[in-house]
């Protein structure tokens, strides 16, 4: 909240888990995480300014900063398997000194949990096996500050790719920063915060032009974004992942020094979802549920409204239903 907005945890779940619940629940599309969320310098601190990803009512996702952390998520750890091994043993092992100083009774239990152990370990040894993918080669040693934020959002968005070329999921988010993050992005050159920028009035000119210097750098990581799914191709063979791929990029706000919800942009890269490309187009105060409704039932889960119901009154968006 803010601006005597004030706001919580949301009612329901975010739209990409929406997605994810649908692609999830057919065999043919389901993945090993169904959706994986990134971040750029998302603060670990749980409030509504850092988290914008929902799995139901109150209860938010926390996007991995940490590239390290997510390299491990995606392609494990070599000595897992080893430990996961070493640690069953030592339980097998103690359970047998046991068995010789009880009842025959409490044997005949004892071999049950010895058994269900030994299953266990089975389990984990063969979801290891079919998870474990060969990891790719990105450094992801990079350091989490503020002036390094333009090499870590080339490591997650390298590891995204990854991943969509992998098939651990099909769904992913990427957030950079918060709501109020006040970065000084120095590395292009701008010494203020965000935030203290985006509170200037309009008609102070170094803070627009330094507003506008900021907005560009983000269009750039969409646009290299695109670039590398454009250069890697599908596991398959039938082209460049960026043809099976559709990236909305956006933000939280129309304008930042008004707090206004209007005119939210909204943009869409990329012939995935086959929606209509190559054009600019300007609603009066639409809902961006019915964006949410239009992409949906693009990927084929035909669901007639998402959210508040009023909201997606009047369905899909005819403009951009190719």
């Known amino acids: 909240g803010g601006g005597n907005t004030p706001s919580g945890w949301p009612r329901g779940h975010s739209i990409d888990q929406e997605l994810k619940r649908f692609l999830q629940s057919n065999t043919e599309t389901q993945t090993r995480f169904g959706s994986l969320e990134f971040g750029v310098l998302v603060p670990e601190s749980a409030d509504v300014w850092t988290r914008w990803s929902y799995s139901g009512p109150n209860r938010p996702i926390t996007p991995i900063s940490n590239p390290q952390q997510m390299m491990k998520k995606l392609f494990g750890d070599p000595g897992e398997t080893k430990t996961v091994r070493s640690v069953l043993d030592a339980v097998a092992q103690d359970i047998d000194r046991v068995m010789t100083r009880v009842s025959a009774d409490d044997r005949h239990l ?89 509170h200037d009035p309009d008609d102070k000119k170094d803070s627009m032009e330094k507003l506008i210097k900021i907005d560009q750098w983000y269009c750039q990581q969409i646009a290299n974004l695109a670039q590398r799914l454009s250069e890697t191709p599908e596991v398959d063979g039938t082209g460049p992942m960026l043809d099976n791929t559709t990236i909305i990029w956006t933000n939280e706000l129309g304008k930042g020094n008004s707090h206004t919800l209007n005119d939210i942009p909204f943009v869409l890269v990329g012939s995935g979802l086959g929606l209509k490309s190559g054009q600019a187009l300007a609603f009066d105060h639409m809902p961006h549920n019915r964006l949410w409704i239009t992409l949906a039932n693009a990927l084929g889960h035909r669901i007639e409204s998402f959210g508040n119901e009023k909201l997606s009154s009047g369905g899909i968006i005819a403009d951009l239903w190719a």
């Open 110 to 198: 004892l071999d049950a949990h010895l058994q269900a152990i030994r299953e266990s370990e089975l389990r984990i040894e063969n979801d290891l096996q079919t998870t474990r993918q060969t990891p790719p080669e990105i450094d992801v040693s990079v350091v989490l500050q503020p002036e390094q934020m333009p090499l870590i959002s080339d490591v997650q968005q390298n590891l995204m790719v990854a991943a969509f070329q992998s098939d651990q999921a099909r769904l992913a988010t990427l957030q950079y920063d918060k709501s109020v993050g006040n970065i000084r992005m120095t590395f292009i050159g701008i010494n203020e915060g965000h935030h203290e920028l985006s």
